[in-house]
């Protein structure tokens, strides 16, 4: 479009030889001219006695597109030619050298020796605007919730959906979170992919635990690493506050039913002449009472609506903390003279454990998290009707207390490669894996060409299946390959090696070659690798090289892993080497994706709760099915009568082998696993049996890593996490 007195003047108009026939003009010029006579006007960029006689339909000036449309039309069509170059840009992130050293440094010495990005130049590189950031500092930042729905890239047009799991590990760890940083460097750095690296929140509780931090390792880390170990940007005490006051409620609603009488009970939950707010409204939908002013229910009514009658015998919601604790997992509460006798035994978790972590990992956004914090059922009534957080009126005031806490966290590996940190966990004693909102916001941000590596807890057997059959049915998005990560000194242990313990110190056959052990142990490779294949994803075996590992045991991990299963197996040195030392798996991962997944899940949810818990252990861990007391089978029954037959199952068992039995390495068979109690998450929306012993409350060894960890006051540097 001409426009301009400019070019009124000199006689430069759109005319009529300029238009197609029946054409629609619009004129969006305002151009205030004098005429000839003397007289001003205001006209248009269009010559209206020769266009009018081509055109099908044009806009007058003045009487049609005015100042404000002009404006609005500009706006839009900035905002759209915006879009469409963001949708088509390539990321434009300087990616940091490594200085690397030898020997490694420790982790921390590491981190601490490398200058990181400014988390808002990598978020600006990556394509998110600045208006969808919340700074946390100059090296972290929360990425609103807005960017899922104003990324041009369309859901069909994500990226690579990459998992990365593991064997089942040595109580060391074999370097998943290693090998998931690594990887993500690699393809980021150094096969110059658009790649984002979805990780856990770490808890605090291993961290001054056993297992120190858990931000990688080595060369291949996300930083700085004291920040992402130590509170990060407050998810995880956002969860025990939410998770507490639940606990709260539940307790005071008890004693104060028990201490008052119908009435005086009702009018001090409603007081006369105040409006019941929306929880208390959706209460009465629930229980079919249609009168929702106070004075006009009648006294049955007011009764049904005020109290929950809960029995304390089926209270199923702990108390948590993020610290491990162990004289936290039996106590007695209550004992104060003011709640009159009412004690109660109970017990703490950790906070990850909490089913407002396992809430936050799936939910997809903030109605479906008030909608799923609404839905939790924390114990059953005296009739056995399950009472529901939106019953105990809190629903509101959790999700309030969570709202910032579905943001994903943006930090940077060493490389300075982008990584999303949402959500925490266990994948032992909950699903372990992290959000389902950071993995579709990394998905549209890498583009249809890019890589998501996100990562699962523990083995295949545990958080890999979980990934597959819970997360993947609530998601909706299906994996284009997975990641198998393995080490010599764990397929070592399944062959029968010595016991590994923590700070006990690792056993010759762990440092010297033995082929003989590591060959007893393959088995246990070609079993997860079938775990994987199960579900129609590629698999690509990383192994995790050790300092200790040598030549030939390497190359026959790798060549056994290719007669078994294995679309591909690469040695991983991310640890010693960053992104370099991870480029073959990485070349693995990109063909890998190439191949057409065929993905399905393992089992039908309208199977019963038993038949599906039969199948996670016949198909993954290779045993002959579950063994369920009489009493665990009636609660079965009892959730299934409830309407919970149809959720999926999360067993919470063991992480240090396929069976219960933590001294069975290898691939154990012949085995039963004995259900000790089955425990409903529904708000998170599944079933878990809790399977042999399992404490939701770890504890402090002898020598904690508390012990080293320390802050220079001199610089505030923390020192020491790993």
């Known amino acids: 479009v001409l426009r301009g007195k400019q070019w009124y003047q000199r006689r430069v108009r759109v005319t009529g030889g300029m238009v197609k026939p029946s054409a629609v003009v619009i004129d969006c010029g305002i151009n205030y001219i004098t005429t000839e006579d003397g007289t001003k006007k205001l006209v248009g960029d269009v010559d209206m006695d020769s266009v009018s006689k081509v055109a099908g339909f044009i806009t007058p000036v003045p009487g049609g597109v005015g100042p404000m449309t002009v404006a609005m039309l ?8 915006e879009k469409l170059a963001s949708s088509r840009k390539k990321w434009t992130i300087q990616y940091l050298p490594l200085q690397r050293l030898s020997p490694v440094p420790s982790d921390s010495e590491i981190s601490l020796a490398q200058t990181p990005n400014m988390i808002k130049n990598i978020a600006r590189d990556i394509g998110i605007p600045e208006d969808k950031l919340e700074l946390y500092g100059d090296y972290k930042a929360k990425i609103k919730l807005e960017l899922l729905d ?15 799991c593991g064997i089942t590990p040595t109580p060391l760890g074999e370097g998943k979170s290693t090998t998931t940083i690594g990887l993500s460097q690699s393809l980021s750095a150094h096969l110059n992919t658009q790649t984002i690296a979805c990780i856990r929140q770490p808890s605090m509780g291993p961290t001054f635990g056993i297992k120190g931090g858990a931000a990688g390792g080595g060369y291949s880390q996300v930083m700085p690493m004291d920040e992402f170990n130590m509170h990060l940007t407050g998810d995880i005490h956002a969860i025990a506050s939410a998770h507490n006051l639940v606990a709260a409620a539940i307790d005071t609603r008890i004693f104060h039913e028990t201490t008052q009488s119908d009435e005086a009970l009702f009018k001090r939950l409603c007081p006369p002449g105040k409006p019941l707010p929306a929880v208390m409204l959706r209460r009465l939908e629930k229980l079919g009472i249609t009168a929702t002013i106070p004075e006009e229910m009648g006294t049955e009514d007011r009764v049904r609506f005020a109290r929950l009658n809960i029995d304390p015998d089926t209270i199923m919601w702990n108390r948590v903390l993020d610290m491990n604790d162990r004289f936290l997992r039996k106590a007695t509460v209550g004992q104060s003279p003011t709640e009159k006798g009412m ?16 809430v936050l990992a799936l939910a997809t956004d903030l109605t479906d998290l008030k909608t799923r914090i609404g839905r939790m059922v924390v114990a059953n009534s005296k009739d056995n009707i399950p009472v529901t957080v939106d019953d105990l009126g809190v629903t509101g005031a959790c999700t309030a207390l969570m709202r910032e806490a579905l943001k994903p966290t943006l930090m940077q590996t060493l490389e300075g490669s982008p990584v999303l940190v949402h959500a925490g966990p266990f994948a ?4 372990g894996n992290s959000s389902i909102i950071a993995d579709r916001m990394a998905l549209k ?4 060409e890019g890589y998501v590596c996100t990562e699962a807890g523990f083995g295949a057997d545990i958080g890999g299946e979980k990934f597959f059959d819970i997360k993947c049915r609530y998601s909706g998005l299906r994996p284009s390959a997975a990641v198998l990560v393995c080490t010599v000194r764990a397929l070592k242990m399944h062959g029968g090696g010595p016991a590994v313990t923590p700070g006990g110190g690792l056993a010759k056959e762990y440092k010297e070659e033995n082929l003989g052990l590591l060959e007893k142990g393959l088995c246990h490779l070609t079993k997860q690798i079938e775990n994987v294949t199960q579900y129609g994803t590629p698999c690509v075996v990383a192994v995790n090289r050790f300092h200790t590992d040598t030549e030939t045991e390497l190359e026959l991990v790798r060549n056994h892993a290719l007669k078994n299963g294995a679309f591909d197996a690469q040695v991983a040195e991310n640890w010693e080497k960053g992104g370099e030392g991870a480029v073959k798996v990485a070349h693995a991962v990109v063909n890998a994706c190439k191949t057409p997944s065929q993905f ?11 038949a599906k818990m039969n199948i996670i252990v016949q198909k993954i861990y290779g045993g002959e099915g579950v063994e369920i007391p009489v009493d665990i089978a009636d609660k079965i029954s009892n959730l299934e009568e409830q309407g919970y037959g149809d959720l999926p199952i999360c067993m919470a068992k063991t992480h240090l082998s396929l069976s219960c039995d933590v001294t069975r390495k290898g691939v154990p ?5 004995p259900i000790q109690d089955v425990r409903l998450s529904a708000g998170a929306g599944f079933v878990y049996p809790l399977a042999g ?9 002898t020598r904690p890593a508390f012990y080293n960890i320390d802050v220079d006051t001199k610089t505030g540097d923390i020192t020491g996490l790993f």
């Open 428 to 431: 032992n004693i909950a699903h």
């Open 445 to 448: 941000l890498v583009g249809s």
């Open 343 to 358: 004690t109660r035994e109970t017990k703490w978790d950790i906070t990850v454990a909490s089913e407002i972590m396992a």
């Open 669 to 673: 068979t012949g085995f039963r696993v």
């Open 693 to 701: 012993t399992i404490s939701t409350m770890p504890g402090l060894p």
């Open 600 to 610: 399905k899940f393992l089992y039908d949810l309208n199977q019963s709760l038993v």
């Open 150 to 164: 104003t990324t041009s890239v369309e859901s069909d047009k994500q990226g690579h959906y990459v998992l990365v």
């Open 74 to 81: 500009m706006e839009n069509t900035v905002s759209s030619a």
